[in-house]
Nanobody, 116 residues
Framework: QVQLVESGGGSVQPGGSLRLSCAAS????????MGWYRQAPGKQRELVAT???????NYVDSVRGRFTISRDNAKNTVYLQMDSLKPEDTADYYC??????????WGKGTQVTVSS
């Protein structure tokens, strides 16, 4: 059974930092395209960042230069380091694993609130 468990969310002031973690079981993150998505209240879920099997990364323009996605194969965990947070980063953040055959697995999400 595949499980993706996110952690690390919380409340932070603008300009602050958080690091999200996605611990995987039932799959090896090294064989999947791992991604972080977010969904703000009243908005559609959007892709934030991905990391591919060859460690190449991709970011949505609004977070490029502020967020960093990484992967630790030994811990079977994917991270999202979020710096210089803005109120518009407030959302529920979801971990995603996509296989080479485009099967998708999702975590249950972790909430991030950026507010003064």
């Amino acid at each position: 059974q595949v499980q993706l468990v996110e952690s690390g969310g919380g409340s932070v002031q603008p300009g602050g930092s958080l690091r999200l973690s996605c611990a995987a079981s039932g799959i090896s993150v090294s064989f999947y395209v791992m991604g972080w998505y977010r969904q703000a209240p009243g908005k559609q879920r959007e892709l934030v960042a991905t990391i591919s099997r060859d460690y190449s990364t991709n970011y949505v323009d609004s977070v490029r230069g502020r967020f960093t996605i990484s992967r630790d194969n030994a811990k079977n965990t994917v991270y999202l380091q979020m710096d210089s947070l803005k109120p518009e980063d407030t959302a529920d953040y979801y971990c995603n694993a996509r296989s080479i055959l485009n099967y998708n697995f999702w975590g249950k999400g972790t909430q991030v609130t950026v507010s003064s």
